[in-house]
């Protein structure tokens, strides 16, 4: 009696993982939902920071064991890096899946996409009295 309550279980579990792996690659996304991931990851780069090639490579290498949706898009902020020494970190962010080399306008543009560079900053705003 308890072998055929643990084969109907499994056979149950192995049903549900089936429909769950059905829904997930043959279904496809609804239009307006949003593709972009709702959890990122931000890696400022510094000029200050000669060794963040190192740096990312090791972050990358411990990434792996860290929760995955948080990873799944790494967005590498810089500002006036010499071309020289940010040569390496441009190299790594081409060939890792999910590292987005950017500036900081760039990485403003891609988190308020609806919103023009006015409104995102509250100083160039005009106040009305």
């Given at each position: 009696m308890?072998d055929?309550?643990?084969?109907?279980?499994?056979?149950?579990?192995?049903?549900?993982?089936?429909?769950?792996?059905?829904?997930?690659?043959?279904?496809?996304?609804?239009?307006?939902?949003e593709?972009?991931?709702?959890?990122?990851?931000?890696?400022?780069?510094?000029?200050d920071?000669?060794?963040?090639?190192?740096?990312?490579?090791?972050?990358?290498?411990?990434?792996?064991?860290m929760?995955?949706?948080?990873?799944s898009?790494?967005?590498?902020?810089?500002?006036?890096?010499?071309?020289?020494?940010?040569?390496?970190?441009?190299?790594?962010?081409?060939?890792?899946?999910?590292?987005?080399?950017?500036?900081?306008?760039t990485?403003?543009?891609?988190l308020?996409?609806?919103?023009?560079?006015?409104?995102?900053?509250?100083?160039?705003?005009e106040?009305?009295v």
């Amino acid at each position: 009696m308890v072998d055929g309550l643990v084969i109907a279980g499994i056979v149950i579990l192995c049903v549900m993982a089936a429909a769950e792996l059905v829904y997930i690659f043959f279904i496809p996304a609804k239009e307006g939902e949003e593709t972009e991931p709702k959890v990122f990851t931000v890696l400022l780069y510094r000029q200050d920071d000669e060794n963040f090639a190192g740096y990312l490579r090791e972050f990358l290498s411990r990434a792996r064991w860290m929760d995955g949706e948080s990873l799944s898009r790494i967005y590498v902020v810089h500002e006036n890096i010499p071309e020289e020494q940010s040569e390496s970190v441009r190299r790594i962010c081409e060939r890792e899946q999910g590292l987005v080399y950017c500036r900081p306008a760039t990485f403003a543009e891609r988190l308020f996409p609806e919103k023009n560079s006015a409104e995102k900053d509250c100083n160039l705003t005009e106040k009305r009295v």
